[in-house]
């Protein structure tokens, strides 16, 4: 059978890559393929070789490009109807997927995303219902001037979408999924779940951590260049 949700996962160097692809495994919604993508990593392969013998996993390799590279990589093998990414170091719960696909068919929506809890390194939650949700399409608009208030691994898009906003910026190195919300919600409106169906985990070595002055000066130069945008959309809803 076709799989009709696909789960990539980026991964770089990232000692917790077999429990994001267990977590991906263990999903009550069994019509999935997960894609791992290797994108130049030198540490942990070792880790994702026992899942290989599972026949959902797909697994490629590819020089070292950033987040966004990897995501168009596992996206173009992809053969799901819908798209969910998930990054490295983060999990899902169990019915993740089940209940968000629900939700996206009960009501029409196209993208959504999800609540999530925030995990330390050994697994315990440290914050509940972290995400921030505006209640319109209007006032997500609004917040999106302001900074990026979606989590990218409670995301999970139709097909379409990709096909209509185009692939994951290559050029940025640590804001390619703030830049593809404001690009897609200038076309659809997106969904909201509001419960915390992935854990995000907070270390020392995450990127937004690592990078964070150069996440923020990608920031700024999103926020002045689509902000025109934004605001006639603002301006239509």
């Known amino acids: 059978m076709k799989p009709n949700v696909s789960i ?13 692809i267990k977590s991906a495994l263990k999903q009550s919604y069994s ?4 894609i791992v993508v290797n994108d130049g990593s030198t ?16 697994y490629i390799e590819k020089a070292n490009g950033g987040t966004a590279s990897a995501l168009n990589a ?3 093998i992809s053969k799901g109807n819908y798209i969910v990414w998930l990054s490295s170091d983060d999990f899902f719960v169990k019915d993740k997927v089940q209940k968000q696909f629900l ?6 929506f196209h993208i959504s995303y999800t609540n999530f809890s925030r995990i330390n390194e050994k697994g315990v939650v440290i914050k509940e219902r972290a995400a921030i949700h505006p209640v319109s399409r209007k006032k997500l608009c609004i917040r999106l001037l ?14 379409e979408v990709y096909n209509k906003v ?14 593809y919300w404001l690009r897609t919600i200038q076309h659809y409106n997106f969904g909201y779940l509001d419960e915390p169906l992935t854990l995000y985990k907070v270390h020392n070595k995450m990127g937004s ?18 902000r025109p945008l934004l605001l006639r959309t603002i301006n239509r809803l």
């Not at 770089?12 to 429990?19: G, V």
């Not at 951590?209 to 999103?222: C, D, G, V, Y």
């Open 146 to 159: 302001k900074g990026c208030p979606i989590n990218g691994s409670t995301i999970m898009m139709k097909r």
């Open 209 to 226: 951590i690592k990078h964070r002055t150069k996440l923020l000066n990608e920031a700024n130069l999103l926020k002045r260049k689509y």
């Open 103 to 108: 939700f996206m068919q009960k009501n029409n």
């Open 8 to 20: 990539i996962i980026p991964f770089f160097n990232c000692q917790y890559i077999n429990q994001a």
């Open 43 to 58: 540490l942990y392969k070792d880790r994702i070789m026992p899942f290989l013998k599972d026949k959902r996993v797909k």
């Open 31 to 34: 019509n999935i393929e997960v």
């Open 74 to 76: 596992g996206i173009r």
């Open 166 to 179: 185009g692939k994951f910026n290559e050029k940025l190195a640590c804001t390619q999924d703030y830049d």
